[in-house]
């Protein structure tokens, strides 16, 4: 157990639909990121937050919203999804706001399927 | 704009050789590297990481090697095991976003199958 919690593990739903995506950042860790993995893919940075405030955007879609809430738990909105939105979601959690020398702790994934 | 990439997306071993994976970077500006494993249906776990100011860092069975010169690193499993089988991902901080963030890029990945 990484302590970077997600919910839920998997997730099938429709084209056109909303889903939320959450994410429990590892106790002390301010820092919450969101990454997309599609088959064949890499890691592609989507969205950071620290400490409550969007930190950084990556390749994240319009479509696609997020927010890190005071007990610094996020959420990541999918909306009007389209089948190529299906992959996984990993959030990760670091301690600090900036690069520096840390690394990331991530969670086990959503794997989102768009039927 | 720049990338971190893999030169091999597979590679196969056999059960107590040596691995080698490498990872070619084009940001220069780049000091901090982490190599990523992520197993069948769950996410990256941490490897071993480098800064910039070295060349080398040795971990439990694995080591990572950091050419600057060429902008490669390197990622060498001793006595390759079963429980090695995943995908590995080279992440470099890129210092793209020190400013504004803490983004880190990471490649494509290789996967790694060791035969028993």
């Known amino acids: 157990d990484s302590g970077v919690t997600q919910t839920p593990k998997h997730l099938i739903t429709a084209t056109g639909q909303r889903v939320t995506l959450r994410c429990s950042p590892r106790?002390?860790?301010?820092?919450v990121y969101w990454y997309q993995q599609s088959l064949d893919q890499g890691l592609q940075f989507l969205i950071q937050y620290y400490n409550g405030e969007e930190r950084a955007k990556g390749n994240i879609l319009e479509r696609f919203s997020a927010q890190q809430f005071p007990d610094l738990h996020s959420e990541l909105n999918l909306s009007s999804l389209e089948l190529g939105d299906s992959a996984l979601y990993f959030c990760a959690s670091s301690v600090s706001s900036s690069t520096g020398w840390y690394g990331y702790t991530f969670g086990s994934g959503t794997r989102l399927t768009v039927v | 704009g720049e990338s971190v990439g893999l030169h091999l997306p597979t590679l196969s071993v056999q059960e107590g050789d040596n691995s080698i994976i490498n990872c070619a970077y084009s940001?220069?500006?780049?000091?901090?590297f982490i190599w990523y494993k992520q197993e069948s249906g769950k996410g990256p776990q941490f490897i071993i990481d480098?800064?910039?100011?070295?060349d080398k860092r040795q971990g439990q069975r694995v080591t990572v090697l950091l050419n600057k010169t060429v902008k490669h690193l390197s990622l060498q499993i001793a006595a390759t095991q079963p429980g090695d089988s995943a995908v590995y991902f080279c992440?470099?901080?890129?210092?793209?976003?020190?400013?504004?963030?803490?983004?880190?890029?990471f490649g494509t990945g290789t996967s790694l199958t060791v035969i028993p």
């Open positions: 992440a470099e901080n890129g210092l793209y976003g020190r400013d504004t963030g803490n983004q880190f890029y």
């Open positions: 106790s002390g860790d301010l820092s």
């Open positions: 940001n220069s500006a780049s000091d901090y």
């Open positions: 480098i800064r910039s100011n070295m």
